[in-house]
Nanobody, 121 residues
Framework: QVQLVESGGGWVQAGGSLRLSCALS????????MGWFRQAPGKEREFVSA????????YTTDSLKGRFTISRDNAKNTMYLQMNSLKSEDTADYYC??????????????WGQGTQVTVSS
């Protein structure tokens, strides 16, 4: 059974930083492209960032480039999202996701339960 478990969410003041983690179990980590999505209150879920199975390729939505950085440690079966210079509009539930291939494509196959990030101004 594939499981994704997020951690690292919480409350932070505007301008601060958080690092989210996502641990994958139940399938070969390096064979799975991984990604982060987020859903703000009253809004649809949106793509944040993705990383290939090897970690050599990353994709981040343009509006977040320079502030958010995705990475992974295949030895630890864990993916990360470093979020810097946080803004109140970054407040959302953040979801970890995994694809069945080592390249991200359309809709991920597996999803975590989400971790809440609240940025206070």
């Amino acid at each position: 059974q594939v499981q994704l478990v997020e951690s690292g969410g919480g409350w932070v003041q505007a301008g601060g930083s958080l690092r989210l983690s996502c641990a994958l179990s139940g399938r070969t980590f390096s064979s799975s492209a991984m990604g982060w999505f987020r859903q703000a209150p009253g809004k649809e879920r949106e793509f944040v960032s993705a990383i290939t199975g090897s970690g050599e390729g990353t994709y981040t939505t343009d509006s977040l480039k320079g502030r958010f950085t995705i990475s992974r440690d295949n030895a630890k079966n864990t993916m990360y999202l470093q979020m810097n210079s946080l803004k109140s509009e970054d407040t959302a539930d953040y979801y970890c996701a995994a694809w069945e291939t080592d390249q991200p494509s359309t809709t991920p196959r597996y999803w975590g339960q989400g971790t809440q990030v609240t940025v206070s101004s």
